[in-house]
């Protein structure tokens, strides 16, 4: 069993801490690779010039729209220390896009859509993002944007009593967070992830979260989607969604 540590309270206000800098991260980074897109913005992989530290950019270009994306998710990772939450490390304003430099991962669960893991490797990562979610909803945060591809393996650890690996997950992407409780009526998230009464226009809570993580489980589980309907067609998949009832086919699973 794993061991969540926060960090200690700090008197400091996380506007000091995590500063948004009006400069240009290419003065202090060297930015390499893109290595993700989002809705939002894009990823890049950076090195720290002076510290030689490899971290991740999200680059998100400046528009009506994504100023309260970025707003959003500043203010959740400038009040968030959680081992399985993303660390931001410094922030950026130029006068076309803001700038996130945080925790670098190896790649998404989506990604690994496809691969087997054992009933150990599926119960610890979903521990994991279990305290991730009690942490936010603890902090009045829903995510609201649940996802395989919103999940990042960030590095591994093998067993020394098993030998099995054990994946430690990082949960990203704060942009459409809302305070809670809230009763919010907004439809919010990736079809395939979305709670009925999210769904159905219904007021909504944290447990909202509780749900996109329960079709997460059963993703892994099964290696397929809950819904027949095709990947891409989300008024299907959200038609199909307010009277699913789940099934698992103990042959799907490990």
């Not at 304003?93 to 087997?116: I, P, V």
């Given at each position: 069993?794993?061991?969540?540590?926060?960090?200690?309270?700090?008197?400091?206000?996380?506007?000091?801490?995590?500063?948004?800098?009006?400069?240009?991260?290419?003065?202090?980074?060297?930015?390499?690779d893109k290595?993700?897109i989002?809705?939002?913005?894009?990823?890049?992989?950076?090195?720290?010039q002076k510290?030689?530290?490899?971290?991740?950019?999200?680059?998100?270009?400046?528009?009506?729209?994504?100023?309260?994306?970025?707003?959003?998710?500043?203010?959740?990772?400038r009040?968030?220390?959680?081992p399985n939450?993303?660390?931001?490390?410094?922030?950026?304003?130029?006068?076309?896009?803001?700038?996130?430099?945080?925790?670098?991962?190896?790649?998404d669960?989506?990604?690994?859509?496809?691969k087997?893991?054992?009933?150990c490797?599926?119960?610890?990562?979903?521990?994991?993002?279990?305290?991730?979610?009690?942490?936010?909803h603890?902090?009045?945060?829903?995510?609201?944007?649940?996802?395989?591809?919103?999940?990042?393996?960030?590095?591994?650890?093998?067993?020394?009593?098993?030998?099995e690996t054990?994946?430690?997950?990082?949960?990203?992407?704060?942009?459409?967070?809302t305070?809670?409780p809230?009763?919010?009526?907004?439809?919010?998230?990736?079809?395939?992830?979305?709670?009925?009464?999210?769904?159905?226009?219904?007021?909504?809570?944290d447990k909202?979260d509780?749900?996109?993580?329960?079709?997460?489980?059963?993703?892994?589980l099964?290696?397929?989607s809950?819904?027949?309907?095709?990947?891409?067609?989300?008024?299907?998949?959200?038609?199909?969604?307010?009277?699913?009832?789940?099934?698992?086919?103990?042959?799907?699973?490990n």
């Amino acid at each position: 069993t794993k061991t969540v540590c926060q960090a200690p309270f700090l008197m400091i206000p996380t506007s000091m801490m995590y500063p948004l800098r009006k400069d240009v991260p290419s003065l202090h980074y060297t930015i390499k690779d893109k290595v993700g897109i989002g809705s939002f913005g894009t990823v890049f992989q950076a090195e720290n010039q002076k510290l030689h530290t490899k971290l991740a950019l999200k680059k998100i270009i400046k528009t009506s729209t994504t100023n309260d994306e970025f707003k959003s998710e500043l203010s959740v990772l400038r009040n968030c220390s959680h081992p399985n939450i993303i660390t931001l490390h410094e922030c950026y304003e130029t006068k076309k896009a803001y700038y996130l430099a945080t925790t670098l991962c190896q790649y998404d669960l989506y990604s690994q859509l496809g691969k087997k893991y054992s009933e150990c490797q599926l119960a610890d990562m979903f521990f994991q993002l279990l305290s991730a979610l009690s942490y936010l909803h603890k902090k009045q945060v829903v995510h609201r944007d649940l996802k395989l591809e919103n999940i990042m393996i960030f590095d591994t650890e093998v067993s020394k009593l098993t030998k099995e690996t054990f994946y430690n997950i990082k949960l990203i992407d704060f942009g459409t967070t809302t305070p809670y409780p809230r009763h919010d009526k907004e439809i919010v998230g990736s079809a395939y992830y979305l709670a009925p009464e999210v769904i159905c226009d219904n007021y909504y809570t944290d447990k909202c979260d509780i749900w996109s993580a329960g079709i997460i489980l059963y993703m892994l589980l099964t290696q397929k989607s809950p819904y027949k309907a095709i990947e891409g067609d989300s008024l299907s998949i959200i038609e199909e969604a307010k009277r699913v009832t789940f099934k698992v086919n103990m042959k799907d699973v490990n």
